[in-house]
């Protein structure tokens, strides 16, 4: 019997080792999310934005997003460019300083849900899984919704 308890708690150990999620190392920053809001999806388009406050304990980056309703989830940046506004890829990621919210809003840093086959409605909620440099992952429950008038104002990329 010992023999069996002994193979069965190996077997679990394998498999929380094999489970895809990596522990975070003794100490590392941890991230709060608040306010996760994703736009509905326009009629006929496949695209949309989330919004969010990230705050890490400690120095860390966001380094990827993903969601079951899109094929891709990318951190972009929108800026001023000669009178226009620019949106790209952030490519390394979106650092976050320690014990700072960092705002992802409208007309600034944000995430772009790209490939989004079953429309994004009014009223639902969206699974999103954030993956950062140091910290162990978090999974968000984002709204569905417009965001109000002014309700990102306070949070807009510099």
């Excluded at 380094?63 to 620019?86: D, L, T």
């Amino acid at each position: 019997m010992n023999r069996t308890l002994a193979a069965a708690a190996s077997l679990l150990a394998l498999a929380a080792c094999n489970s895809g999620d990596r522990a975070p190392a003794p100490g590392a920053p941890t991230v709060t999310v608040a306010d996760a809001l994703c736009r509905p999806t326009p009629k006929g388009r496949q695209t949309t934005g989330c919004y969010m406050t990230l705050t890490a304990s400690g120095e860390d980056r966001l380094v990827s997003v993903e969601s079951p309703r899109a094929k891709y989830v990318q951190i972009h940046e929108s800026r001023m460019e000669s009178n226009m506004m620019m949106m790209q890829q952030l490519r390394d990621g979106l650092p976050l300083a320690a014990g700072q919210a960092t705002p992802l809003a409208p007309g600034g840093n944000h995430l772009m849900m790209l490939g989004v086959e079953e429309p994004l409605t009014t009223g639902e909620t969206v699974t999103l899984k954030l993956t950062f440099a140091t910290a162990a992952p978090v999974e968000v429950t984002a709204r569905v919704a417009q965001p109000a008038a002014g309700e990102y104002d306070h949070v807009a990329a510099h």
